[in-house]
């Protein structure tokens, strides 16, 4: 099955700044890679997601970028803002179309 | 996501008792998911549903059961024979495997 890893797992920035967290999968042919925000005691809802075919998407604030060939993807958050502050997973897709989540990164936005 | 409820948010349980935590869908959705998400461990996957009367077990299903009798309907059941339960558990759906889910409010279990 498909091996999910996330960094960091914690991430101090200052409000206005950009954050960075990167995911790196194992199974090469995963097609499907969605990122989740995790508010505290909340659900997780999907921010952005890219599919294989694509090397970059944005929307707004928040733009995922995919390098297959290495097999990382990341997602970016510019002009960070408070309410940006949230725990983030990754995730990719395997062949048998199953998701595995990465353990999660606790961005906290300094006001 | 409005469309996924998960009840109760809250959940007690006794040694050797089992719990059943619900999981409710309205957006017509073939497939369903039972996470259990730890800290620091991101989720895992419990036990997954494609379609009625069918469903698979995931990495961690040793200690639960589920049924899935009804497309909206996908309750998990946490029995005795799960020794660590006190867990966040969380129910998914998506129109089919490959595409994005979306999660419940989640259900905190813990152990009296």
């Known amino acids: 099955g498909e091996n999910v890893e996330q960094h960091p797992s914690t991430l101090s920035v200052q409000e206005g700044d950009s954050a960075v967290i990167k995911c790196t999968y194992s199974d090469s042919a995963s097609n499907y890679f969605p990122w989740y925000k995790q508010e505290l005691g909340k659900r997780p809802q999907l921010i952005i997601d890219i599919r294989s075919n694509v090397g970059e998407k944005k929307d707004q604030r928040i733009a995922v970028t995919l390098n297959k060939t290495a097999k990382h993807f990341s997602l970016h958050i510019t002009e960070t803002q408070p309410e940006d502050s949230a725990v983030y997973f990754c995730?990719?897709?395997?062949?048998?179309?199953?998701?595995?989540f990465g353990t999660g990164t606790s961005l906290t936005v300094i006001p | 996501d409005g469309g996924i409820t998960q009840s109760p948010k809250y959940l007690f349980r006794k040694e050797g008792q089992n719990v059943t935590l619900s999981c409710e869908q309205n957006?017509?959705?073939?497939?369903m998911y039972w996470y259990r998400q730890d800290p620091g461990q991101g989720l895992r996957l419990i036990y997954y549903s494609q379609i009625v009367n069918d469903f698979q077990k995931g990495d961690i299903a040793e200690g639960y059961s589920v049924s899935r009798e009804k497309k909206e309907s996908f309750p998990l059941t946490v029995t005795s024979a799960q020794k660590n339960p006190t867990a966040f558990y969380l129910c998914?759906?998506?129109?089919?495997?490959?595409?994005?889910?979306?999660f419940g409010d989640g259900t905190r279990l813990s152990i009296l």
């Open positions: 995730a990719a897709i395997d062949t048998g179309n199953q998701f595995y």
């Open positions: 957006l017509n959705h073939d497939a």
């Open positions: 998914a759906s998506s129109q089919s495997r490959n595409q994005p889910q979306h």
